[in-house]
């Protein structure tokens, strides 16, 4: 199968500073990862298409000076909360899509609480 | 725009009964449909899948069948366990990994 790690799993930081969530795809090579937003007892909502070696493509309505995403090679991309305040906790969660394959393979998530 | 509508839950069972979890979708062109189902503090696990009219996707004991005539994609399970208790989402793809999710229905199987 194709395994996809994220990483932290759960994170509290103050209010003001960043926090950089990491998505990996161990055994298969991803051009594109994608971040997703999830509120508690919503469903997912797409943040941003990551694509490597190219700037990400966000959403209407998502901030791309707050949220920054790089994808720096082919199995990493990261995304870093800046300036995190409390209405920014929330659970993340990224996936990869692997070629030829008509599925997306889901990183475990990421719980972030600003405090 | 595509979207997905599904029945709003909790959905509560007694173990051994039947469960089904109506999806459906708009979509402009010839998406794929995917169930998927979250355990409580876990990511998203693909429960099944169909990539045309008329697949059916199963998988541990779920079915689901892509009805291009009725643009649903109903999840059914004919037994369900304790363990089956979960949030389950429908979700379409138009484009690779680029997913658009229902808002989720949670399911609670009691003893």
């Known amino acids: 199968g194709a395994v996809v790690s994220q990483h932290p799993s759960w994170v509290i930081c103050k209010s003001g500073t960043s926090v950089k969530i990491e998505c990996r795809s161990l055994?298969?090579?991803?051009?594109?990862m994608f971040w997703y937003r999830q509120f508690p007892k919503q469903s997912l909502m797409l943040m941003a298409t990551s694509n490597e070696g190219s700037k990400a493509t966000y959403e209407q309505g998502v901030e791309k000076d707050k949220f920054l995403i790089n994808h720096a090679s082919l199995t990493l991309s990261t995304l870093t909360v800046t300036s995190a305040h409390p209405e920014d906790s929330s659970f993340y969660i990224c996936s990869a899509d692997r070629q030829g394959i008509t599925e997306a393979f889901f990183g475990q998530g990421t719980r972030l609480t600003v405090v | 725009g595509d979207s997905v509508t599904q029945m709003e839950g909790p959905v509560t069972l007694s173990e051994e009964a039947f469960l089904t979890i109506n999806c459906t979708y708009t979509?402009?062109?010839?998406?794929?449909l995917f169930w998927y189902v979250q355990y409580p503090g876990e990511g998203l696990q693909l429960l099944l899948k169909a990539t045309k009219a008329d697949d059916k996707g199963s998988n541990k004991g779920f079915e689901a069948t892509y009805r291009k005539e009725t643009t649903s994609f109903h999840l059914e399970k004919g037994s369900v366990q304790v363990s089956d208790s979960a949030v389950y989402f429908c979700?379409?793809?138009?484009?690779?990994?680029?997913?658009?999710f229902g808002a989720g229905t949670q399911v609670v199987v009691t003893p």
């Open positions: 979700a379409l793809s138009d484009s690779w990994g680029k997913l658009q």
């Open positions: 055994d298969f090579q991803a051009t594109t």
């Open positions: 979509a402009t062109g010839y998406p794929s």
